[in-house]
């Protein structure tokens, strides 16, 4: 019983598209594993793993709630926007001179190492590869 959960629950993860993946899919990952974890022990983790992966994608990174904040936040600090000619969407990997990016504060859940800046006038999250994991729209 125990493997055929986690044999469904992995096959669930991997089918996942890649641009859901790119989105809200490992903080939802990240928050299903623990919560399942706490409630039922390993098998939990992974099934809430899975569970929370698709929900999180529902949401993006930030959350749907958390996007117009964040966009006020960043526009109150006057980031400069870097003029960039590559298409703005995620999993554009950004240039590792010329863009400053910045950490994004605690009150966002956010994965560790997530970044943020502006290209184009429009925030984005960045990962530590600099590549766009989320269009703040």
Do not use: H, W
Request: hydrophobic share 40%; proline share 4%; charged share 25%.
């Amino acid at each position: 019983m125990k493997i055929t959960t986690l044999l469904a629950a992995s096959a669930f993860a991997l089918a996942l598209p890649m641009a859901a993946q790119a989105q809200g899919t490992l903080r939802g990952a990240e928050r299903g594993a623990q919560d399942g974890a706490d409630a039922a022990g390993p098998v939990g983790a992974i099934v809430g793993g899975a569970v929370g992966a698709a929900t999180g994608t529902i949401g993006g990174i930030l959350g749907v709630e958390d996007r117009p904040r964040f966009r006020s936040y960043v526009r109150e600090r006057n980031v400069r926007s870097y003029d960039y000619d590559g298409r703005v969407a995620v999993g554009s990997e950004l240039p590792s001179s010329g863009v400053t990016y910045y950490d994004v504060p605690g009150d966002y859940s956010v994965a560790r190492g997530t970044r943020y800046t502006v290209v184009n006038d429009r925030p984005v999250l960045v990962d530590g590869r600099r590549r766009i994991i989320e269009v703040i729209e």
